[in-house]
């Protein structure tokens, strides 16, 4: 499907960012890896951004994950504006009642012609299910589209390769 000189496109959700900068050695943050290196092509907008630093400065979070500090926080927004592509319009094409929240995710891969929504969020990955409506809507709806989760994104991105 995609070639080294032909990267794939892809939306990652708010989490996958938190997880990238809590541990530097998890999928998450091989991910952004690959973003880096130019083997994928990651698409972000305003609004992704804005929420991924509101919840990367939680103080609950925070306190919780020592590893999230101002430096590694500023760290990982360097490096989107490096490597990212920012999707300035983003038509909304689609709506989902069960998570509005999630929406900006979708909106933001159909704009960007994207591949894959890389992301930990039950709603999104239930789009993916054939044994659902919701699901089996979206999958005909968006056949180019694929919602999968870190582990996974890394394991079909090898075979890919």
Known sequence: MS??????????DCMV??????????PAARILDLVDSGKITLYVS??????????????????RIQTITDVAVEALFQRLN???ILVRQIPKRFTYPRDPKDEPY?????????TYIVS??????????????????????FRFLKIVDPVNFLEEIQQER
Do not use: C, H
């Open 3 to 12: 070639q080294l000189n032909d990267p794939s496109k892809v939306v990652v």
């Open 17 to 26: 960012f938190v997880q990238a900068v809590a541990n530097s050695k998890g």
């Open 46 to 63: 305003k609004a992704i951004l804005l929420e991924a630093r509101y919840v990367l400065n939680r103080p609950e979070l925070r306190a």
């Open 82 to 84: 490096e490597s990212a």
């Open 106 to 114: 979708v909106n933001l891969a159909l704009a960007a012609g994207a």
């Open 120 to 141: 930990r969020d039950n709603d999104l990955l239930d789009l993916m299910r054939w044994d659902t409506e919701s699901g089996r809507e979206f999958q005909r709806q």
